[in-house]
């Protein structure tokens, strides 16, 4: 009868979960992968992963952090996801609308949609002692854009750093300079708000599924902004969506593209 209930348990933890393409679900099976990205977590961390999916990662996170806090919106995986967390928060929630400062607020009366690993009255007092965040995941990449547009204008203040993975191609017009051939709006926005770096690259052929892109892990440290910047960086992001649309010179003799994100601030400002 036991032999029959620990088989059983290994088989429930072991079943293979149905791929979703709409969630953007892909494993990173690649161990030495996983273990340098979970190596930007830290004993003193209070760390948050987005788009957990079975926890091949959270596991690694969990055993190198303080504590993990998990996003994941597939309730089918809550189980795998809470057997590989040591100490945290599995939130059935997604992230791009759930800002960070409701957490501590949320986890005060825990319901249906987030579960705890470990002794709840002390995972509050570490969320009431927790003044900023390090986010370390591999993001569901179809989200990139926006969660980026989510970290600055909801998340800023309470970020530590953040070290993501996404498509290699997102990575390099995230980090482009001005003047290069990949910079863009969202790195003008980016580079703003963050000193952006290029950790690694991860080839496709480390997930499965197998996907038709590379990867690149990036870290992006907040930078020390001006308030001006982050009382109005909702329109500023707009204002430098649009202004890249124009395509002429716009600030003395430069085209938009060669405009530092700081000289889009000032013209911003000076508009």
């Known amino acids: 009868m036991k032999k029959d209930l620990v088989l059983k348990n290994f088989l429930i933890e072991n079943k293979e979960t149905t791929v979703r393409k709409s969630l953007g679900q892909i494993k990173l099976v690649k161990k030495?992968?996983?273990e340098k990205i979970a190596s930007f977590a830290e004993r003193s961390d209070n760390v948050v992963e987005v788009g957990s999916?079975?926890?091949?990662?959270t596991e690694l996170l969990s055993d190198k952090s303080n504590m993990v806090i998990c996003?994941?919106?597939?309730r089918r995986l809550k189980e795998k996801i809470l057997n590989k967390i040591s100490f945290g928060i599995l939130l059935i929630r997604d992230f791009l609308n759930f800002p960070l400062n409701k957490l501590k607020e949320e986890t005060e009366n825990f319901n249906s949609e987030i579960f705890v690993k470990g002794d709840i009255e002390r995972i509050k007092k570490v969320l009431a002692e927790t003044d900023k965040f390090?986010?370390?995941?591999?993001?569901?990449?179809y989200i990139s854009s926006r969660f980026i547009h989510k970290i600055i204008i909801e998340d800023f203040p309470l970020l530590k750093s953040i070290h993501i993975l996404v498509q290699k191609e997102f990575a390099h017009k995230l980090c482009a300079k001005p003047g290069s051939y990949n910079y863009s709006a969202i790195s003008a926005i980016a580079n703003l708000f963050f000193e952006t770096k290029i950790e690694f690259d991860v080839p496709r052929f480390y997930f499965r599924p197998v996907p038709k892109v590379h990867s690149s892990f990036i870290s992006l440290k907040p930078k020390q902004v001006k308030p001006d910047i982050l009382n109005r960086r909702n329109e500023l992001i707009d204002f430098?969506?649009?202004?890249?649309?124009?395509?002429?010179?716009v600030f003395g003799n430069k085209r938009v593209f060669q405009l530092s994100p700081e000289e889009i601030a000032d013209f911003f400002f000076s508009d």
């Open 32 to 34: 030495e992968s996983l």
């Open 240 to 249: 430098t969506y649009k202004l890249f649309k124009r395509r002429k010179k």
């Open 134 to 141: 390090k986010i370390v995941a591999n993001i569901p990449y």
């Open 53 to 57: 999916g079975e926890g091949n990662l």
């Open 71 to 74: 996003f994941e919106i597939d």
